[in-house]
């Protein structure tokens, strides 16, 4: 008897360790529990019925064609299983994590859940993992310790304050990002804007830059770190652009990784924000919008102290950033901005 009071504990305590919920809902509505989690790679999948009961929405999954419509306030969306993309009429919009089907059902992940289907909305989704697993504070794998012992980098006290500049031009090749209006690409966008900076700095400031592609071609992420594989980089720039289901969202946004309290010598934690700021300060005196400076621990951005800013260019799905961002000129006065935040950083830092 007493064998069994044991083994039906056991029992209890695995399957209460194994539950797995997550609560979803929009803002000023009660959220709804989703108890059908499943866990792939350390990404959330959920079954798209139940998300889309959870928010409101309605779809419908067409055998013939292979996909999912969900009709939104902004129109039919379409999913199909493995793809990487979300079409919207001629748009297509990247996803961090393809639809997969999983135990007979088709599943979409927490990343689509909380920014694909929010932009849909037109308002934020509330998302909430109930029995998030438990994870280290450091990066786990090898790549991501690479990455953050690249950005631990210290250089002597007195080094020039610019040494050498890193720009990482995002997607290239058979991965072309977003794709917005016109069939503009963003790996068109961001090689573009990253030729005319490389240029600009070397004819004003005359010291190296590496950029991560020169070319239309894909890279894998650890081709990527050959940029940063130099000792005297002191500043890394990764050049992105977006798309949103509302055509009237634009502008620039920066993100940077979040500031720790203890960091290498007094004031070097700052060092990614005040160049984010220095970034947003030229934009706007340009009259181009800039929505926020945003920290966010978004590989390469988790970790170390080489100043890093992620720049999101502008909207592809907007008219008037497309017109900047697909003009030569536009990619001109987008490379001079911010050429110009980083010579005004670089003397602030040379004054510290």
Not at 203 to 208: A, S, Y
Not at 209 to 225: H, T
Not at 271 to 278: E, G, I, K
Request: proline share 6%.
């Amino acid at each position: 008897m007493l064998r069994i009071v044991l083994f039906v504990l056991l029992l209890s305590l695995r399957v209460h360790s194994a539950y797995a919920a997550v609560e979803l809902g929009l803002p000023g509505r009660d959220p709804v529990v989703l108890e059908e989690v499943y866990r792939r790679d350390g990404t959330v999948f959920l079954a798209v019925e139940e998300v889309l009961a959870a928010l409101g929405l309605k779809g419908e999954w067409n055998s013939v064609q292979h996909r999912y419509r969900i009709v939104t306030p902004h129109g039919a969306v379409f999913i199909a299983p493995d793809s990487h993309y979300l079409r919207h009429g001629e748009r297509l919009l990247p996803l961090s994590h393809p639809p997969r089907f999983i135990d007979g059902r088709l599943r979409i992940s927490a990343a689509t859940v909380q920014s694909q289907l929010a932009d849909l909305l037109g308002r934020p989704v509330h998302f909430r993992d109930l029995a998030p697993p438990e994870e280290s504070a450091e990066p786990e794998s090898t790549l991501d310790r690479l990455f953050a012992f690249l950005l631990r980098r210290e250089k002597a006290l007195d080094a020039p304050a610019l040494r050498a500049v890193a720009i990482d031009p995002a997607h290239g090749g058979d991965d072309p990002g977003v794709i917005g209006m016109d069939g503009l690409m963003e790996k068109q966008v961001t090689l573009a804007v990253a030729r005319r900076l490389e240029r600009q700095i070397k004819m004003n400031l005359g010291i190296p830059v590496y950029l991560s592609r020169n070319g239309d071609y894909a890279l894998s992420r650890v081709q990527r770190l050959a940029a940063l594989n130099q000792p005297e980089v002191d500043v890394l720039l990764l050049l992105h652009a977006q798309a949103a289901m509302d055509a009237r969202t634009h502008g620039v946004t920066l993100f940077v990784r979040p500031v720790r309290q203890t960091t290498a010598r007094p004031g070097v934690g700052d060092d990614s924000v005040r160049l984010a700021r220095h970034l947003e300060a030229a934009f706007r005196g340009a009259g181009i919008r800039v929505n926020s400076v945003v920290g966010a621990p978004l590989l390469p951005l988790t970790a170390g102290e080489l100043p890093t800013v992620l720049i999101e260019l502008g909207y592809l799905s907007h008219p008037t950033d497309q017109a900047r961002l697909g003009s030569a000129d536009g990619q001109e006065q987008t490379a001079r901005l911010i050429f110009q935040a980083l010579k005004t950083f670089a003397e602030e830092q040379q004054e510290l």
